[in-house]
């Protein structure tokens, strides 16, 4: 699973996540719940840093034109798929949650759409409609453009998997860094008392003791001129949440 400071990382690189639970059956597959509506509510930093629990896996939300994940339901499947097509090796590989499986990850430099089942245990995942729960040590900016084999294997194929378009918009998320905030403020009217959370939540994630996080709060707040009874409430409930294991 995923600690608080690897989904913030991965929010920080510009991936559209989401936190995932995780459960196992008897056989150790794996079955996957989506806490939020990931294809139209946007994770951002405040809502990790205050409500992201230990057992959370991330998930990659993917937009349809930046990568692409062949998702192999077992090593037998990835093995038969090899042979066929060496240059999915070039890929991005990792294991999947279940540690049964196998996701290849590549750029979508041809927009491909998604394609559930293109062949008996492989799906083809690109767009908001699904994700792919990704180990938080995956780098993805070491992916390749997709290989032209594979690309003929995608054109020839889709028509016989399940189809799904692009079908939703992102929006934009916070973009003040948590420590600029120090010097200058929290930034307009109408967003303050959100960019102070983060701020207090990140400032807990350091392990700043409560005292320090008052320092610091009031000096940013020197920039913006929040009541001391928004700060206490705000730190005050945020330092319960967080000592309570939250």
């Not at 090593?75 to 991005?92: A, C, K, L």
């Not at 990792?94 to 041809?110: D, P, Y």
């Not at 799904?164 to 967003?191: H, R």
Request: hydrophobic content about 35%.
């Amino acid at each position: 699973m995923a600690t608080k400071t690897e989904a913030i990382r991965w929010l920080n690189e510009g991936y559209d996540i989401t936190p995932i639970q995780v459960s196992y059956d008897d056989e150790g597959h794996a079955s996957k719940k989506p806490i939020l509506a990931y294809a139209t509510d946007k994770l951002d930093k405040l809502w990790v840093l205050s409500n992201w629990k230990r057992h959370y896996a991330i998930a990659l939300v993917m937009s349809g034109s930046d990568y692409v994940c062949f998702d192999f339901d077992d090593m037998h499947e990835y093995t038969s798929f090899q042979v066929r097509f060496p240059t999915i090796e070039d890929g991005v590989i990792e294991e999947s949650v279940s540690g049964r499986g196998i996701h290849v990850f590549f750029k979508n430099n041809h927009n491909l759409t998604q394609v559930l089942s293109i062949e008996k245990g492989l799906d083809i995942k690109a767009s908001k409609n699904n994700y792919a729960v990704v180990d938080p040590e995956t780098d993805l900016s070491e992916c390749v453009d997709l290989p032209n084999e594979l690309l003929e294997f995608y054109n020839e194929n889709k028509a016989k998997g399940q189809k799904v378009s692009n079908s939703f918009e992102g929006q934009s998320s916070l973009t003040i860094p948590e420590l600029a905030m120090i010097t200058e403020g929290f930034g307009e009217n109408g967003t303050r008392n959100r960019n102070m959370s983060i701020l207090v939540w990140s400032l807990m994630i350091m392990g700043f003791p409560k005292k320090s996080i008052y320092a610091i709060v009031d000096l940013a707040n020197q920039q913006s001129g929040l009541t001391q009874s928004e700060i206490e409430k705000t730190i005050e409930g945020s330092w319960r949440k967080w000592t309570n294991g939250n």
